[in-house]
């Protein structure tokens, strides 16, 4: 398996416009994450699925976020409009159910927001 | 609610030993360990579960006591590829609303010199 795959790597937009982030999960893995990276609160958990199931959506911002999973290899996580605060980095986690599970991370998307 | 890592960042000389503490308000499951390199994903080290297991890995170990909801990561040695940003992350019971859930503390920078 190639891993989490995500994109794009790198986006860079201007304040107002829609952004889209897509990832990939790894096969089989039942469980996918979203996370925001940024120096002041590290890795911060936005929205994570079960089964293509939201199931804790707490971590989301603001209303300018949305996340879908419309199939098992599939999620993407929409910020409209976006605004120059939302620039970081945004990881794609999976892992597979199951009490001695890793998380398997995507390479990241740098999104700016100028 | 993240869990809190401390110290936020380390300063070593090759050789010498560090300890990065990890702490819940929650009771915990698992507690999983990731490094992280500049410009890169996380990678995944150990995961602990309830016990007060401890693992080893290399001349990195860890422990986890479920009681005091605290895990501490050990460094011996230091080796320059140690460096990087190491991430704590929890894992809530199972049974609650929130199992699966992975969540990750703000980071501790670890830096090596020769």
């Known amino acids: 398996d190639a891993g989490v795959i995500q994109s794009p790597r790198h986006e860079v937009t201007e304040m107002g416009q829609e952004v889209t982030l897509r990832c990939k999960p790894i096969?089989?893995?039942?469980?996918l994450f979203w996370y925001r990276q940024t120096m002041m609160r590290g890795l911060e958990l936005l929205i994570y699925f079960n089964n293509n199931v939201p199931i804790d959506d707490s971590g989301m911002p603001e209303d300018r976020f949305s996340a879908k999973m419309p199939n098992a290899s599939f999620s993407t996580l929409k910020i409209q409009p976006s605004e120059p605060r939302d620039s970081a980095v945004y990881f794609c986690?999976?892992?597979?159910?199951?009490?001695?599970?890793?998380?398997?991370f995507g390479q990241g998307t740098r999104l700016t927001v100028v | 609610q993240q869990p809190v890592q401390s110290p936020q960042a380390v300063i070593l000389r090759e050789g010498e030993d560090a300890v990065i503490n990890c702490s819940s308000s929650?009771?915990?499951?698992?507690v999983h360990w990731y490094r992280q390199k500049h410009g890169e994903a996380p990678v995944f080290l150990m995961i602990?579960?309830?016990?007060?297991e401890q693992k080893g890995h290399d001349k990195i170990s860890a422990s986890f006591n479920e009681k005091k909801q605290q895990s501490s990561l050990y460094l011996t040695a230091s080796q320059l590829s140690y460096s990087g940003t190491y991430f704590c992350g929890t894992e809530s019971p199972a049974g609650g609303t929130s199992y699966g859930k992975l969540t990750f503390g703000q980071g501790t920078i670890l830096t090596v010199h020769p």
């Open positions: 096969s089989g893995h039942d469980y």
């Open positions: 602990l579960l309830k016990g007060g």
């Open positions: 986690a999976s892992r597979p159910t199951g009490g001695r599970t890793e998380a398997f």
């Open positions: 929650k009771a915990l499951y698992s």
